[in-house]
């Protein structure tokens, strides 16, 4: 199983961004082979529209299963699910401090969007 994480970081101890679609990177962390890589996702930083739906395609063709993120727009939120990703807030500081959440099983998939489109 693979999981994203939005962040502006390059490793674990990086900060987990609290948006999806203008996170600058998603770390992408296989539970199974216990590694991850960095997607970059700078593209959509300044993107006028789609940078939700644009992050959602880049984390869905790199495998993800799921996204640990701040929050999540109604249009990223339904390609996700789409896709058939799971979502989940976090409040986390690290994305060492989410992947210790997710593994702890303490975090819930979301069952809508939580914010508004264009959020940033």
């Given at each position: 199983m693979k999981i994203a994480f939005s962040t502006s970081g390059e490793n674990l101890d990086a900060p987990l961004d609290g948006r999806f679609g203008r996170a600058s990177k998603f770390i992408l962390y296989?539970?199974?082979?216990?590694?991850?890589?960095?997607?970059?996702?700078?593209?959509?930083?300044?993107?006028?529209?789609g940078a939700g739906i644009q992050a959602a395609e880049a984390v869905v063709r790199a495998g993800a299963n799921g996204i640990v993120t701040g929050h999540c727009g109604p249009n990223a939120?339904?390609?996700?699910?789409?896709?058939?990703?799971?979502?989940?807030?976090?409040e986390a500081p690290t994305v060492a401090a989410a992947l210790t959440a997710f593994r702890a099983g303490v975090l819930l998939p979301m069952e809508s969007a939580d914010v508004e489109g264009h959020w940033v």
């Open positions: 296989d539970l199974e082979k216990e590694y991850f890589e960095v997607i970059d996702n700078q593209q959509n930083l300044n993107a006028a529209q939120y339904r390609a996700l699910c789409a896709a058939g990703v799971a979502i989940y807030n976090c």
